[in-house]
């Protein structure tokens, strides 16, 4: 069994498991002077299930009771929460991100990822030096965690990111993951592409090292990916995560195939913009200032060649999630209100806001290799976010943001935004 295929089984309990788990500290149960209930919500938990009328039990920042308000016993917390009317989600995983490699420009990112109901990211191969590394174990007021796959592998690329590590042979190549492995990265990171025929990309020779030499050392390979025809050749060679979707046509029957026979690689689609207006942006207010707001909305507009792009990304990803690949979460860039975006471009796409939800929760957190995030379950880290509207209605009500609380701390929303905004 696949390091993801075990945590895949951690992270999807029934409705039934949540409520007996549940039980344990529910009606009857001892009084917990220092646990806060927080009642009267809609629960989406992050596996699929959904409890209109629910309770959620924080104690020393984990959930210890979750389920039916009817069935658990709100007194026995030390203090009560109202929530009524609000929907209550774990909070986002975003797995695939970069982040800045500069310790305070990174811990900025990283409240603002948290700022946007983000409780988790993972920094994809641009990351300099130790201070990512170092960074992933440290507890950051109000930030999300962080996870690093230190510097990526690709062919050489003048011009472009120096980062990554250059290989042209295939000792090069191992030895890059080698030197990675001692860093003790959380995934290595390949680039297959040419760059719209800038480069040569890196052959099958040389990602199939990589990947060799990964795999010897415990460590999943993630694939930035262009072509159809790479991605059956890098799933040939046994990737783990695709960190885009196939992007130049509309996939196959053998790709199909080929990804059916291998069930735990996971695809982070990472859809690029739809190239039609996005609307008012006043939701982004809290951490970015007027004057570019009003830039960024006076820059929409359609863009044909956009829209095709979007088209054969979108219909790749519905018919891959039909067939029952699993899907996962990530927005590429540096943006930490993005992820908003993402959600409502997968929508777009024509996976349902449930679905979606799915993916940018506990299947994320799966990729991530974190099993104590991703679902509200008991047990779990108390990583939840607060909306005042509901995004199985409409997906974009994800950034009706009330609060954001990770391992059952609130994270200070205002001061990040004061703070962002030069307050």
């Keep these: ?156 690329e003048p011009g472009r990111s120096e980062v990554p590590y250059w290989v042209t042979t295939e000792t090069e190549a191992r030895a890059a993951v080698q030197e990675l492995a001692s860093q003790n990265v959380d995934i290595v990171k390949i680039w297959v592409d040419d760059r719209g025929g800038q480069y040569e990309r890196l052959s099958p020779e040389l990602y199939g090292a990589v990947i060799d030499e990964a795999h010897t050392n415990g460590i999943p390979v993630t694939a930035h990916v262009f072509r159809l025809q790479d991605a059956k050749g890098l799933l040939e060679a046994g990737i783990d995560v695709f960190a885009h979707g196939i992007r130049d046509m509309d996939i196959d029957d053998e790709v199909i195939e080929m990804w059916k026979a291998r069930p735990e690689v996971v695809l982070i689609p990472n859809l690029p913009g739809p190239g039609v207006p996005a609307g008012e942006m006043s939701w982004m207010a809290g951490t970015v200032d007027a004057e570019r707001i009003a830039q960024m909305e006076s820059n929409q507009g359609e863009n044909a060649a956009a829209q095709e792009a979007f088209g054969i990304q979108a219909r790749n990803l519905v018919r891959l999630h039909a067939e029952g690949i699993r899907v996962a979460f990530g927005t590429d860039g540096g943006n930490s209100w993005s992820v908003h975006q993402e959600l409502a471009d997968m929508v777009r796409a024509g996976l349902s806001p449930a679905d979606v939800l799915v993916a940018a929760t506990s299947t994320a957190a799966m990729v991530m290799g974190l099993e104590e995030t991703g679902t509200i379950v008991v047990g779990k880290s108390a990583d939840f976010v607060v909306l005042d509207a509901n995004p199985l209605e409409d997906i974009t009500n994800t950034r009706s943001i009330v609060d954001v609380f990770l391992h059952g701390t609130r994270v200070d929303r205002e001061g990040i935004s004061a703070r962002m905004l030069g307050g």
């Design 1 to 156: 069994m696949s390091r993801f295929e075990s945590l895949a089984r951690t992270l999807t309990p029934s409705l039934g498991t949540l409520t007996a788990l549940s039980m344990l500290a529910a009606c009857g149960g001892p009084s917990m002077p220092d646990a806060v209930a927080y009642e009267g919500v809609r629960l989406i938990t992050g596996d699929g299930a959904v409890i209109e009328e629910a309770t959620v039990i924080v104690q020393n920042g984990l959930f210890v009771a979750v389920g039916p308000s009817a069935a658990l016993d709100a007194a026995s917390a030390g203090t009560q929460v109202d929530l009524s009317g609000m929907t209550v989600m774990p909070t986002l995983n975003n797995a695939h991100f970069h982040l800045p490699s500069e310790r305070a420009a990174r811990t900025a990112a990283l409240q603002s990822a948290a700022y946007y109901g983000t409780g988790s990211t993972f920094s994809f191969g641009l990351d300099e030096g130790t201070i990512g590394l170092e960074m992933r174990t440290e507890s950051i007021p109000d930030a999300a965690r962080s996870l690093s796959a230190g510097r990526g592998i690709t062919s050489p």
